[in-house]
């Protein structure tokens, strides 16, 4: 068939020519990848969103598409270690340089110290990447730069690095974290930072968990998905894991299964097994419709309802998508959960599933951990603390609210508790631990699940029943 563009097929730059020439298919990768973390820095943009985009606009397949979606996510969990890397390799503070080519040394360091490919392809297509995208001004400092990194090992830098820090700072740069971040988790856990089980805590971060899906009690079983190819097994009853794409899955398109955390699943079987008065279930916080699904088909099982509301509505209509195979379907609001556009005191069961910093999926979301600031807490806590009042009043009395953030730092977590019980003497806390048989992870009377221990997101979940 002719190309419409009327350019010949084996044409350089042409797709055909890309297909057949190794070479330039590795340009096409690294672009690609270079393209994504330029989005992923500048414009906010999410890794897995873009990085999908990219990558298939880009009509990247198989290996290609594996090592593109790699140097993207690799990068992403790296970049404030590659840079204090790029800096002490460089003498120089990375503020100095042009963003375009910090994102760039960033990918080369990252293919340099944390892959196979040879340092000399490394630095070369890295070069070549330079003059492409940005200009032939910066190709001397690419290469003088990453001459440098390359003279050692991503261990004898992270040595190099960590000797001058404190022990949280050591641990920061070893496992490729902000120093925030570790000094949350060594609270949370009450570990010292010179233990080393700290630093396997933070491990579990740079591991990208295989897709998990959820079976949707009452339209498929777990069974039905080991039929389709997916494998049973982990700590969730209605858990499958899943190789590839799950958008393949028609249960999964359809809406009788959906890809989620097992942590998440837990969560939401513990609201539907603690004993609550019958009654209308509510999910104040429902984008983008997950846990949504979920409690609308176990509520569906009992014979209630569920309404699930969200403040946003491209969010709302995600929810909407989400619960489309549930019958009778669930209510879709778009509401301000603080402001709530229903009566008071008359839901059975409600999950607050707060807005948070995310800390606890960091390992899905590679650039995460670098986006975040503690400052972020200072507006999280006071909404999180609001939603959570206005969980507390949509419930009757006997009712049961399930507290939940993907998140383990204290601030969202137990003090955020701790501060609704000093207000209010409505409620007692329910010891969550025995809800969640799955798992040890009884945090107190709360329920902390970890990456490391659990195999699951780190969330929280604190019951609460309104007297
Ligand atoms: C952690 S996410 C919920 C995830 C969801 N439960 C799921 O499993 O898919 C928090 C959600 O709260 C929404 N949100 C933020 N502020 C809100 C408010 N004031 N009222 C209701 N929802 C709000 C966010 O838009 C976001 O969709």
């Known amino acids: 068939m002719s190309d419409p563009t009327g350019a010949r097929e084996d044409q350089p730059g042409s797709d055909r020519s890309r297909e057949r020439n190794p070479h330039l298919r590795r340009d096409a990768v690294r672009s690609v990848a270079f393209r994504a973390l330029t989005e992923v820095t500048g414009n906010g943009a999410y890794a897995n969103i873009v990085g999908g985009q990219l990558i298939s606009q880009a009509g990247l397949e198989g290996r290609d598409a594996a090592l593109a979606t790699e140097l993207i996510n ?22 100095s340089l042009e963003a375009d080519v910090v994102d760039l040394l960033c990918l080369g360091t990252h293919q340099l110290l944390a892959t196979r490919i040879p340092a000399h392809a490394a630095i070369s297509t890295s070069v070549d990447l330079a003059r492409q995208q940005i200009g032939a001004r ?15 090992t991503l261990e004898q830098w992270l040595d190099r690095l960590a000797a001058d820090q404190d022990p949280i700072g050591a641990v920061a740069v070893r496992t490729l974290h902000p120093e925030w971040i570790v000094a949350a988790c060594a609270d949370r856990l009450g570990l ?20 998990t899906l959820v079976a949707r009690p009452g339209l498929i079983t777990v069974d039905d998905l080991v ?49 609550a008065p019958q009654g209308p279930w509510l999910d104040l916080c429902a984008g983008p419709g997950g846990k949504a699904a979920l409690l609308g088909a176990l509520a569906a099982e009992r014979g209630e309802r569920l309404v699930a509301s969200e403040r946003t509505m491209h969010r709302a209509d995600l929810v909407t998508s989400a619960v489309k195979a549930i019958r009778p379907r669930p209510a ?49 806590a006071p909404l999180q603390r609001s939603l959570l009042a206005s969980a507390i009043d949509s419930c009757m009395f006997g009712g049961v609210v399930a507290y939940v953030t993907c998140s383990p730092h204290r601030a969202e977590t137990i003090a955020v508790i701790d501060q609704i019980l000093q207000q209010r003497d409505d409620v007692t806390v329910i010891p969550a631990g025995p809800l969640v048989p799955e798992l040890d992870a009884a945090d107190g009377d709360f329920v902390q699940m970890w990456p490391h221990r659990d195999g699951t997101d780190a969330m929280f979940l604190a019951l609460l029943r309104r007297n």
Not at 196 to 211: D, G, K
């Open 74 to 95: 690799g990068t992403c969990r790296g970049l404030g270690t590659y840079e204090r890397i790029i800096e002490a390799a460089s003498g120089r503070s990375t503020d």
């Open 227 to 275: 039929a389709e190819g997916a494998e049973s097994g982990g700590p969730s009853p209605l858990q499958a894991m899943w190789r590839g794409n799950p958008g393949r899955l028609a249960a999964v398109r359809d809406g009788r299964a959906g890809v989620q955390d097992p942590g998440s699943q837990l969560v939401a079987l513990a609201l539907e097994r603690i004993d």
């Open 332 to 380: 879709v609001v778009c509401a301000d959960g603080t402001q709530p556009a229903w009566r008071s005191g008359q839901f059975a069961r409600v999950l607050a599933d707060v807005p948070c910093t995310g800390l606890g999926a960091l390992r899905r979301r590679p650039e995460s951990r670098w986006r975040h600031q503690p400052e972020d807490l200072d507006d999280l």
């Open 192 to 211: 010292d930072p010179s233990d080393p089980a700290l630093q396997t805590v933070l491990e579990a971060n740079n591991i990208a968990p295989e897709p």
């Open 138 to 152: 910066v190709t001397g400092l690419v290469n003088a730069v990453l001459r440098k990194v390359s003279q050692r």
